[in-house]
């Protein structure tokens, strides 16, 4: 049980130092890394049809679906 308690603790400290770095990564990402990671997210995915109007909404929808699979 001790062995148990111990694997718990260590894997919530990663959890926190792992969210901290990830928090860190997208601070330091520029807004052409963030393009290009969105660009690879889409290209990666089925072809969705878009609809015309506002991009942010657009964006948001796409995101959605590639979300929930």
Do not use: C, I
């Amino acid at each position: 049980m001790e062995a148990a308690k111990a694997y718990a603790s260590q894997w919530a400290a990663r959890s926190l130092e792992l969210e901290r770095l990830r928090l860190h990564n997208l601070r330091a990402m520029t807004e052409a890394d963030s393009a290009l990671l969105f660009a690879q997210r889409l290209s990666a995915a089925p072809t969705l049809p878009l609809r015309p109007g506002s991009g942010l909404v657009e964006q948001q929808r796409l995101l959605a679906r590639l979300r929930h699979g």
